[in-house]
């Protein structure tokens, strides 16, 4: 069956970085394009990062664009959000997302992880 | 960027009852619209994909209607289950692949 298990998240100052982590299993990995989304507490879903299956294609949200970098291990079955110059309003719960893959433009979120929380705070 | 606004902001109804949820685009996405629903604690559940394709698994009383910028989720006869908060996302204008900002669905 599906999996996908995130981690690496945990209280950091403003400023500070820290990566996240998402090990996929039960799918080929390397077949399907994957996303972060978070979501801030008691609020909505916010799209994050998305990257192509061979990684050749990366997009970011405006809000993260220049301080996170989504990257992938296909040999490893793993995704990564490596997220610097972390701010309060980055504060949320941060979750992996494979793509439907389906045709057409854009994504569909079919599978998601249980989400790491985020916390920015002095 | 497309804005998607949902309606109402918190549904009250009791099970058994018709569910019909709003979700309108701030301009067309043709039928690249997809529903979900996430309970406390728990990650989004994709429902409905292209408007009306129910995903993998979900049960035949979750249906989705609509194209450009207007669309409905209905839940026919609600299960206990069923209470919790349902997200619309686009995928027509992408990235970003813009959420709305949710329906609560709630046991009155």
């Known amino acids: 069956q599906v999996q996908l298990v995130e981690s690496g998240g945990g209280l950091v100052k403003p400023g500070g970085s820290l990566r996240l982590s998402c090990a996929a299993s039960g799918f080929t990995f390397s077949d399907y394009y994957m996303s972060w989304i978070r979501q801030a507490p008691g609020k909505g879903l916010e799209w994050v990062s998305y990257?192509?299956?061979?990684?050749?294609?990366?997009y970011y949200a405006d809000s993260v664009k220049g301080r996170f970098t989504i990257s992938r291990d296909n040999a490893k079955n793993s995704l990564y959000l490596q997220m610097n110059s972390l701010r309060a309003e980055d504060t949320a719960v941060y979750y992996c997302?494979?793509?439907?893959?389906?045709?057409?433009?854009?994504?569909?979120?079919?599978?998601w992880g249980q989400g790491t929380l985020v916390t920015v705070s002095s | 960027e497309i804005v998607l606004t949902q309606s109402p902001a918190t549904l009250s109804l009791s099970p058994g009852e018709r569910a019909t949820l709003s979700c309108r685009a701030s301009?067309?996405?043709?039928?690249?619209l997809a529903w979900y629903q996430q309970k406390p604690g728990q990650a989004p559940r994709l429902l409905i994909y292209d408007a009306s394709n129910r995903a993998t698994g979900i049960p035949a009383r979750f249906s989705g209607s609509g194209s450009g910028t207007d669309f409905t989720l209905t839940i026919s006869s609600l299960e206990p289950e069923d209470f919790a908060v349902y997200y619309c996302q686009q995928r027509s204008n992408w990235p970003p692949g813009t959420f709305g900002q949710g329906t609560k669905l709630e046991i009155k």
């Open positions: 997302a494979r793509d439907l893959r389906i045709a057409g433009r854009g994504v569909y979120f079919d599978y």
């Open positions: 990257i192509s299956s061979s990684g050749s294609t990366i």
């Open positions: 301009q067309s996405v043709s039928s690249y």
